[in-house]
Nanobody, 117 residues
Framework: QVQLAESGGELVQPGGSLRLSCAASGIRFRSVTMGWYRQAQGKQRELVTSITSGGSTVYIDSVRDRFTISRDNAKNTVTLQMNSLKPEDTAVYYC???????????WGQGTQVTVSS
């Protein structure tokens, strides 16, 4: 059974930093692209960033140069370092594992990030 367990979300002031982590189990980690999505209240879920098994990354424009995704294939973890946080970054952040060969997505339960003074 595939499990993605996120951690690290909390309340932070504008300009602050947070580090989200996602631990994957029950999956061949090196076979999947890992990503972070977010869903703000009243909005659709959106891709924030992703990283392939080989380390290629993609970021949406609004987080480029502020967020950094990384993965540890030995520990089956993916991390999202978020700096210079803004109120518009407030959302539930979801860890995603995409298996390209079977075109299937696995999801974590989400972790709340709130940026507010």
């Amino acid at each position: 059974q595939v499990q993605l367990a996120e951690s690290g979300g909390e309340l932070v002031q504008p300009g602050g930093s947070l580090r989200l982590s996602c631990a994957a189990s029950g999956i061949r980690f090196r076979s999947v692209t890992m990503g972070w999505y977010r869903q703000a209240q009243g909005k659709q879920r959106e891709l924030v960033t992703s990283i392939t098994s080989g380390g290629s990354t993609v970021y949406i424009d609004s987080v480029r140069d502020r967020f950094t995704i990384s993965r540890d294939n030995a520990k089956n973890t993916v991390t999202l370092q978020m700096n210079s946080l803004k109120p518009e970054d407030t959302a539930v952040y979801y860890c995603n594992a995409h298996h390209p060969r079977i075109n299937h997505d696995f999801w974590g339960q989400g972790t709340q990030v709130t940026v507010s003074s």
